[in-house]
């Protein structure tokens, strides 16, 4: 017979190591590896030995890229332990919209239309297709900031650079 849960208590918690043991050799490694990518896209030719080579590299970018990310934030996905606080029952003031988010709306909108009309014109109407695809969250974010502008009933027409730049 076995000891059940009980003989797995002695053994002692068991889990991965924390994010800041891991980040500086994620980073390193990374780093090594997109070194390597760019070594290995040196060597890519029109033969089995350059396909290799092409392989190679990006296979390494893929990881190298991935590895370098995750060091550069694997500690900010867990948060440290805090004593939770009582709950503060306050009233929620009215947000007033200022016109920094008018204008950041807009110039993404500009933009996105700058962005499709340069591909309809120099690659045709299946690339603005896939353009249009790929910048879809961003016309959607632009058109969210002007629609929460103008539906707003409390509008400030002053742009705060201040307040557009921080994080809220």
């Not at 208590?9 to 500086?24: E, M």
């Not at 120099?122 to 249009?132: E, K, P, R």
Request: hydrophobic share 50%; aromatic share 6%; charged share 10%.
């Amino acid at each position: 017979m076995t000891g059940g849960s009980k003989a797995c208590a002695g053994c002692g918690q068991t889990s991965s190591p924390a994010p800041s043991r891991v980040r500086w050799p994620a980073l390193g490694a990374g780093a090594v590896l997109i070194l390597v990518a760019f070594a290995a896209a040196t060597r890519v030719a029109d033969t089995r030995e350059g396909l290799i080579y092409e392989v190679v590299t990006l296979l390494a970018g893929l990881v190298g890229v991935s590895l370098l990310l995750y060091g550069l934030v694997a500690t900010f996905s867990h948060s440290r332990p805090t004593t939770p606080a009582p709950p503060v029952a306050t009233p929620v003031p009215e947000k007033v919209h200022n016109a920094g988010e008018l204008l950041a709306g807009a110039s993404g909108l500009v933009l996105a239309a700058i962005l499709l009309i340069g591909i309809a014109i120099t690659a045709g109407g299946l690339w603005v297709l896939l353009g249009s695809i790929l910048l879809l969250p961003m016309i959607a974010g632009s058109i969210y900031l002007c629609f929460t502008f103008a539906r707003a009933p409390r509008r400030d027409w002053k742009i705060d650079l201040k307040r557009l730049m921080s994080n809220r």
